[in-house]
């Protein structure tokens, strides 16, 4: 679990870049629309989820009598 300060200090930022778009003019927003549209589309193939594990090889060597 991320500490409050490091969830303090990533509100901040979404606060600074959401006030930075309402200055930007219609052309600019278009540009970053666009931006975000292509780095969305790249992203898709990607799975970052769990890697995946294999199960361990049985073992195929015939237990030896004593």
Known sequence: M???EEISRVRRL???VKDGLDDLDANQR???EEAITVARRGRQGVMLGMPRVRQPLPDLRPARPA
């Open 14 to 16: 979404i606060k600074r």
């Open 2 to 4: 991320p500490s409050d």
């Open 30 to 32: 278009a540009e970053i």
